[in-house]
């Protein structure tokens, strides 16, 4: 996300807004003392004293060794003054796949255990192939919700079975009914980043999109203003966000000034920049010291 959360001073709510946050509030025309006793206010999940707030962000096919944070050609500053504050993991098994990755990632399994052993674009009716996630795999999304976090993912979903993404529904397996309170993104395995098909919750957006449009900044600023609104109106309730851009997958496309920027960085071609990475993982300690880097393949041209 891009440039600091914004100052939350002007924000305001209606009573009904508030009465719909505050559950607890006593609704209009019941005259004190007149409730039962202990009353009968339905009461949200209480999370944890001090739970955590907690940003999952998965970049869509960026690999392992493209980040500055492990080692990479492309700078990632903020990724790495986290990282340098946190902890650096180097066995996550990625199923080279989005779909399957993303099933695994949000469920804690096997993709193929939860029918996602291929993306949503290739189907089938083998055991492990469905694409439908089942209802027994709650996703991290759902338990947290379930105890007491609100949850939202902005950007690519890649999750709902092809026959399922239509305004019709079912919306089961759309993210809202994944365990997401609130989404902004798109549903299936691309979008341009100019002019994105976007869906809010479960509902297709037709939108204008304004000269120099670019859905990485449009989502970081929704993500950073649900940010803001959630800690103006309950700031001791933890949030669970999962953001995942798809700027770096196909179709690939970036604003001009990032293409100047990167304009020549990798002339130098494939198997240098492989060698100079592979050093510099050594050196920061991400792979073992006498790992041995392995021959391109001869198919594979230089």
Same mark, same amino acid.
């Given at each position: 996300?891009?440039?600091?959360?914004?100052?939350?001073?002007? !924000?305001?709510?209606?009573?009904?807004?508030?009465?719909?946050?505050?559950?607890?509030?006593?609704?209009?025309? #019941?005259?004190?003392?007149?409730?039962?006793?202990?009353?009968?206010?339905?009461?949200?999940? #209480?999370?944890?004293?001090?739970?955590?707030?907690?940003?999952?962000?998965?970049?869509?096919?960026?690999? *392992?060794?493209?980040?500055?944070?492990?080692?990479?050609? !492309?700078?990632?500053?903020? *990724?790495?003054?986290?990282?340098?504050?946190?902890?650096?993991?180097?066995? *996550?098994?990625?199923?080279?796949?989005?779909?399957?990755?993303?099933?695994?990632?949000?469920?804690?399994?096997?993709?193929?255990?939860?029918?996602?052993?291929?993306?949503?674009?290739?189907?089938?009716?083998?055991?492990?192939?469905?694409?439908?996630?089942?209802?027994?795999?709650?996703?991290?999304?759902?338990?947290?919700?379930?105890?007491?976090?609100?949850?939202?993912?902005?950007?690519?979903?890649?999750?709902?079975?092809?026959?399922?993404?239509?305004?019709?529904?079912?919306?089961?397996?759309?993210?809202?009914?994944?365990?997401?309170?609130?989404?902004?993104?798109?549903?299936?395995?691309?979008?341009?980043?100019?002019?994105?098909?976007?869906?809010?919750?479960?509902?297709?957006?037709?939108?204008?999109?304004?000269?120099?449009?670019?859905?990485?900044?449009?989502?970081?600023?929704?993500? !950073?203003?649900? #940010?803001?609104?959630?800690?103006?109106?309950?700031?001791?309730?933890?949030?669970?966000?999962?953001?995942?851009?798809?700027?770096?997958?196909?179709?690939?496309?970036?604003?001009?000034?990032?293409?100047?920027?990167?304009?020549?960085?990798?002339?130098?071609?494939?198997?240098?920049?492989?060698?100079? #990475?592979?050093?510099?993982?050594?050196?920061?300690?991400? !792979?073992?010291?006498?790992?041995?880097?392995?021959?391109?393949?001869?198919?594979?041209?230089?």
């Amino acid at each position: 996300m891009r440039g600091r959360v914004r100052s939350r001073a002007g !924000i305001s709510l209606g009573l009904a807004t508030a009465l719909a946050l505050c559950p607890v509030f006593a609704p209009i025309g #019941i005259a004190k003392g007149s409730e039962p006793e202990g009353g009968h206010w339905s009461q949200a999940p #209480i999370p944890p004293k001090d739970a955590p707030n907690i940003v999952l962000i998965m970049t869509d096919d960026v690999g *392992f060794a493209a980040s500055s944070t492990f080692g990479g050609p !492309i700078p990632t500053p903020t *990724f790495d003054r986290l990282a340098e504050r946190g902890a650096k993991y180097n066995q *996550f098994n990625t199923t080279a796949m989005c779909s399957p990755t993303r099933a695994s990632l949000l469920t804690g399994r096997n993709p193929h255990n939860v029918g996602m052993g291929s993306i949503t674009n290739l189907a089938s009716s083998h055991e492990g192939y469905n694409t439908s996630i089942p209802k027994s795999a709650g996703t991290v999304a759902e338990i947290l919700k379930e105890a007491g976090y609100h949850t939202a993912m902005f950007g690519k979903s890649h999750l709902t079975p092809v026959w399922e993404m239509t305004p019709a529904g079912p919306y089961d397996r759309w993210p809202t009914g994944l365990g997401f309170q609130y989404f902004y993104g798109f549903l299936g395995a691309d979008a341009s980043q100019f002019e994105p098909a976007l869906t809010e919750n479960t509902v297709a957006l037709n939108m204008r999109y304004p000269e120099g449009y670019t859905l990485d900044a449009d989502l970081s600023e929704r993500a !950073i203003s649900c #940010i803001d609104r959630h800690e103006a109106t309950a700031p001791d309730r933890p949030f669970f966000i999962y953001y995942a851009p798809g700027s770096a997958h196909s179709p690939n496309h970036a604003p001009a000034a990032w293409l100047k920027k990167f304009q020549g960085k990798f002339d130098q071609g494939w198997d240098v920049l492989r060698e100079q #990475i592979f050093a510099r993982q050594k050196a920061a300690g991400l !792979i073992p010291s006498n790992a041995a880097l392995t021959p391109r393949p001869d198919e594979l041209p230089a």
